[in-house]
């Protein structure tokens, strides 16, 4: 095992290693697939969530609160829904 991040392509399904100096998009600041060149921003809105979704699952504690706040924020203003449930 080389010990390098691997991740998934949201897009094409492929697998590649991350490295510090790869693109971001600038507009959702996910990392550009190398082999595709797609970011989260080429998917349907419900692909988005369940994409993000994942992510923040898989993660876990590894996301900085506010960062995470923020990525479900998003998923509700994206599936229609404005407020927490309970609001």
Known sequence: MSGEEKQVCVN???????SPHMATCP??????CPICGACICT???SAKIAAIAMWLSEMGNQVP??????WLKFL???SGRR???GE
């Open 27 to 32: 507009d959702c600041g996910w990392i550009i």
């Open 76 to 78: 509700r203003i994206t």
């Open 43 to 45: 998917l349907t809105p």
């Open 12 to 18: 094409c399904g492929q697998e590649y290693e991350v």
């Open 65 to 70: 609160e506010d960062v995470r706040q923020g």
């Open 83 to 85: 407020r927490k449930l």
